[in-house]
């Protein structure tokens, strides 16, 4: 009676523990939820990926970068196409999670334990899910370690869980095929058929044709994922104030972690034997290696993954660490719940929450995932019908606040905003890369360069400057320029950047043939002219030192310092692996009527800096990463062929509005970020003045207005003045308040008539009671014929 009293009770409480750790994890991951497509950066390569998955393109091949067809299953993008399978497989990976875990806290865990992992899961912030995901391989290779034939049937479900994984984040792989291999090795030692890496395989290979992916195709996107993951350390990284301080923590208690876990393998190997306890070790140790490279690398808010494994690595060690004293189980739990607090500090850093507050809010987020369940399992077509219809009003208000042409061919856009094209319904035909800061190596660039060199490049390009992290604006395909020069012409514009249509001869002879010369990192490199448009590539070539940091971390970033005609500087990240094709790096080139004045053959214009020298810096002593010598290449743009090419309306319109901007350029000092060039003409942030030589007694047309950021998208100016005045008195006033007066937005002229006495005006921008979004700007000046 006694033993079936004992029986019953555990499994009282290894259901209790499955019940908790199961809403959890549906909580944490989000099983039923998915987003709405949203604008921004991260949400457009969420919408490009879906958009491409359901449009049939090839992942591996067409598509290239860090998510694959299942991607949705942890950036939750919803997609009509992928709603109910993902909601299905992320529920089987919150089941496997509760389920193995529970076993192991009930077969080796007290009361005390069950409690303290269910709070610690509870409280750990994860970053979206990576850490999650990676959870999973790493209960499977420990529980299947844990025991004999019985533990086939859930660490085999766990393989195949991993192979869908794997199609959605990439990251996954190393630490899966680790923990296959170990268990098939394992089976192989007991004699057993090993069948961990078959159900790996066997579940990507399913997921690759469920998608709708031609099997033949998976070597293709296995081979892609891991050109975009060998380039992603070198280019991706990123620090910030306290990067150094939470990497030395966490290195130092991951050390200190894995240094006692090997200690105590070491003087336990006589009583509980060595193969087992160590296979566990290098399962464990490789999954703190994964975690480290996806929170440590791009150390942001990344970070969490780092973080997050960690205290699930401390506390799953209490349940798979034989021998273990009471007293070293505490100082584990005790540990775990300390390792919360960085995720919650960097919460606090970033956006000002409070740490635990979300506590709070669980149980409520709980019982709406629960209602969410219910809806799905009683009424299935509603619950999808309700998705959709989000996901309609979010692209037609995405539409609404970035509106586009429309345009009768098919569409990418180098600004990282796929999510506007999409919303408007364009054709949109992604390069493979996607976005431009993630083709960072060689093979990236060449396969963009076939997409576009070939018949299936898209009808229209829309073309905007800019990139992330620092790097320089011309970085953005920068080695693709020149087959943009030679390909597209400029035909209109709209609020993303210039809009580019293919044609139907490209222009032969752009470029002239390079020159060569040699340098090191710190020295001063001269442009071979002064004038004239000028690509620069630069061979930056790693150590075999380099190599293996890059491997197990980071290597150094590198940048480069660029010096100006007009006496200025620039000092830009440089990624090796892009500098090695090369970019536009004379003249200036940061927005889209620079990129027109340049592309169509006129670099030498006034409004234009020309660089007149570079410096290529390492933080690091040259010579340890990378190889002191530096190859370098200056290849000039031939400029006559492209002034030639591009004659149409709209050219020679741009090129009218760039003019009338020089007078306001030429007798005016630049201090960015308040006031400094634009594609408006002069962004001049309120308060601002500028100086304006004039002919006495002309009269003069000003145009100026507001950017539409100031007023829509979530600005809110209260409005600016726009004030001419002579040295001696005010000419001419217009006040602009586009929040509430529609007739206010876009831009605005006014004319001036200039006193016989006067030969130079101030114009200037004047706040209201704010200015925070007082983002006014001046257009330039033209004379009036006739008056």
Known sequence: MRGQETRTAGLGWHLAAFIALFLIFYQKIGALSFYTVAAGLDPSWSAALVHGLERGLLFGTDVVFTGGPLSSLYTRHFSVVTAYPLAVLSLLITVFLARVWSILLVERGSLAIIAMVCLVSWLTVFNSSDSILLFVPLLAGLYGLSGGRSRILLSGAGAFLCGLIILAK??????????????????????????????????????????????????????????????????????????????????????????????????????????????????????????????????????????????????????????????????????????VLP??????????????????????????????????????????????????????AIKAQTPLPPLDGTVDIIPSAQSAVIANGLAYRPRPTIQEYSTYSPRLIARNRAFFAGESAPDYLIMQPGSIDGRHP?????????????????????PLGLIL??????????????????????????????????????????????????????????????????????????????????????????????????STGNADAANLKHATSFTVRTGIKAGLFYDRALAIRFTAVNAAPLRAANQN???????????????????????????EPAAEGVFAHAPAS??????????????????????????????????????????????????????????????????????????????????????????????????
């Not at 409070?354 to 809806?375: C, R």
């Not at 509005?657 to 005016?668: E, S």
């Open 501 to 598: 249509k293919r044609r139907a001869t490209p222009i032969a002879d752009v470029l002239a043939p390079a020159i060569e010369k040699t340098a090191s990192f710190g020295d001063e490199v001269a442009f071979p002219a002064p004038d004239g448009a000028w690509m620069v590539s630069i061979d930056i070539r790693p150590t075999l030192l380099g190599r293996l940091v890059d491997l197990v971390y980071r290597p150094p970033m590198t940048e480069i310092a660029v010096r100006y005609s007009d006496g200025s500087s620039g000092t830009y990240r440089l990624i090796p692996g892009m500098a090695a094709d090369g970019m536009l790096l004379s003249p200036h080139v940061a927005s889209a009527s620079d990129y027109l004045i340049v």
């Open 474 to 494: 011309a970085s953005a395909e920068g080695a693709l320029w020149p087959l943009f020069f030679s390909r597209y012409e400029a035909v209109q514009s709209s």
């Open 343 to 396: 995720g919650h500090a960097m919460l606090y850093y970033a956006y000002r929450i409070v740490p635990f507050s979300g506590i709070l809010n669980m149980p409520s987020a709980i019982v709406s995932e629960v209602k969410t369940a219910a809806e799905l399992i009683m009424r299935p077509s509603v619950w999808l019908a309700n998705l959709e219809a989000r996901n309609k009003a979010a692209l037609a």
């Open 690 to 787: 500028l100086r304006l030589p004039v002919q006495p007694g002309s009269t003069l047309r000003l145009f100026f207005g507001l950017r539409d950021g100031s007023w829509s998208g979530g600005g809110n100016t209260d409005g600016v003045c726009f004030i001419v005045r002579s040295p001696s008195a005010g000419l001419a006033e217009r006040c602009l308040d586009p929040v509430r007066n529609q007739g206010d937005r876009g831009e605005q002229t006014m004319d001036v008539d200039v006193p016989a006495d006067v030969t130079e005006l101030r114009l200037d921008t004047a706040c209201r009671a704010a200015c925070t979004w007082d983002w006014s700007y001046w257009g330039g000046v033209e004379g009036i014929a006739g008056k």
């Open 649 to 675: 309306q709209f050219v020679r319109d741009m090129q009218a509005k760039a003019g009338r901007v020089i007078p306001l350029l030429r007798n005016n000092d630049m201090r960015p970020p308040t006031l």
């Open 170 to 339: 990439f990251s996954v792989f190393p630490i899966a095929l680790l923990a296959m291999l170990v268990l098939d090795v394992k089976a192989a030692v007991e004699r057993r058929l090993p069948m961990h890496l078959l159900l790996l395989a066997a579940g990507t290979a399913s997921g690759f044709v469920v998608c709708g992916q031609p099997l033949g195709q998976l070597p293709a996107f296995m081979a892609a994922s891991l050109d975009v993951s060998s380039g992603y350390s070198s280019a991706m990284s990123v620090v910030t104030g306290l990067s150094v301080i939470d990497l030395a923590t966490w290195l130092s208690i991951t050390t200190v972690f894995l240094g006692a876990w090997a200690r105590a393998l070491w003087k336990g190997r006589r009583e509980h034997g060595f193969w087992l306890p160590f296979a566990r070790f290098i399962v464990m140790a490789g999954f703190l290696f994964v975690s480290f490279k996806a929170g440590m690398v791009r150390h942001d808010l990344h970070a969490l993954t780092a973080w997050a494994s960690l205290s699930l690595a401390v506390l799953l060690s209490i349940l798979v660490i034989p021998g273990l004293s009471g007293a070293a189980i505490r100082r584990r739990m005790v540990l775990a719940a300390i390792l």
